[in-house]
Nanobody, 115 residues
């Protein structure tokens, strides 16, 4: 079993930046994909960014050019650098991991962007 713990959320003004972190623990052997999803109130959970263990990335169109996903395979960690934040980025952000012993999300961290 794998546990995913996010940190780094908070309140920021529009145009500001935040960096989210997620650490995986437990049976972390062979985690192929890590990344981030988000869910705003009244909306479905949506993909934000994914990164494979070979550093191939995939971004939602809405965050391209503003967000950067990265990972540290040695630490079983994934990060999301969010720049030029907009009020529509307000959501609970969930760390995601997919591998031999995991396919799911962490508990989430709130990101609120004020206008």
């Amino acid at each position: 079993q794998v546990q995913l713990v996010e940190s780094g959320g908070g309140l920021v003004q529009a145009g500001g930046s935040l960096r989210l972190s997620c650490a995986a623990s437990g049976s972390t052997f062979n985690i192929h994909v890590m990344g981030w999803y988000r869910q705003a109130p009244g909306k479905q959970r949506e993909l934000v960014a994914l990164i494979t263990n070979g550093d191939t990335t995939n971004y939602a169109d809405s965050v391209k050019g503003r967000f950067t996903v990265s990972r540290d395979n040695a630490k079983n960690a994934v990060y999301l650098q969010m720049n030029s934040l907009k009020p529509e980025d307000t959501a609970v952000y969930y760390c995601y991991a997919q591998g031999r012993y995991v396919d799911g999300w962490g508990q989430g961290t709130q990101v609120t962007v004020s206008s």
